[in-house]
Each structure stands twice: as C-alpha cells, then as structure tokens.
Nanobody, 120 residues
Framework: QLAESGGGLVQRGDSLRLSCSAK???????LGWFRQAPGNEREFLAAIVWASGTPVYGTSVRGRFTISRDPAENTAYLEMNNLKPADTAVYYC????????????????WGQGTQVTVSS
C-alpha cells in the first residue's frame, strides 16, 4: 500500500516536498513519481532504484525535481523546486518490479495521489 502526502497550494517559485510511504514494507525494484493534469496523460517525473538509490529523471523536471528514499522508513520523497503553474497536477507514486522505469504501464501499485496547485 502506498500513500502520498505533502501536496498543497503554493505560489510560482516555491518549493514542495512530497512523500510516499510504503506499507508494510517496500518490496519492488523501483519507485516512481508521476503526475497527471486534467486532459493530459500520466507523465513520468522520476524513479529511484530502491536497493541502490540510483535516480532516473524525466526530461521535463530534470534539474528542478529531486527524488530520494529512506529505506529505514520505507519512504520516498520528491523535492520540487522553482514550481511553475504548469506543474499543477495530481502527483502519484507507484512501484514497479520492472527495470523499465518511465512507462506507467510497467507499474503495478499506485497511491491515491496528492494535488499540487501552483498559482501565478
């Protein structure tokens, strides 16, 4: 079971840190973050290989977003900086047993999502 938290309403240029808690424990190859805005497809943002901590980023957020994890807490994070109105979406975390990390179809467990709204 996955649960996201940390979303909210912020202003342009602000930062947010999203959390994704895996219960009772994390038992997949990787965890990814995606977002979906109304009328858009689910977009890959970042993923982290759980055992090694190796991150992979989508092109639209590289340099602004940072993914990390705390294995002891079974929790992953998405640090988002310099937020823009275009970042407004529902943000999801998901887990995958696959080495293919950017396609949502390769993920098998999803959280319920957390809304991020960036005002101008």
């Amino acid at each position: 079971q996955l649960a996201e938290s940390g979303g909210g309403l912020v202003q342009r240029g602000d930062s947010l840190r999203l959390s994704c808690s895996a219960k009772p424990t994390f038992n997949r190859y990787a965890l990814g973050w995606f977002r979906q805005a109304p009328g858009n497809e689910r977009e890959f943002l970042a993923a982290i290989v759980w055992a090694s901590g190796t991150p992979v980023y989508g092109t639209s957020v590289r340099g602004r977003f940072t993914i990390s994890r705390d294995p002891a807490e079974n929790t992953a994070y998405l640090e988002m900086n310099n937020l823009k109105p275009a970042d407004t979406a529902v943000y999801y975390c998901a887990t995958t047993p696959s080495i293919r990390l950017s396609s949502p179809t390769d993920y098998d467990y999803w959280g319920q999502g957390t809304q991020v709204t960036v005002s101008s």
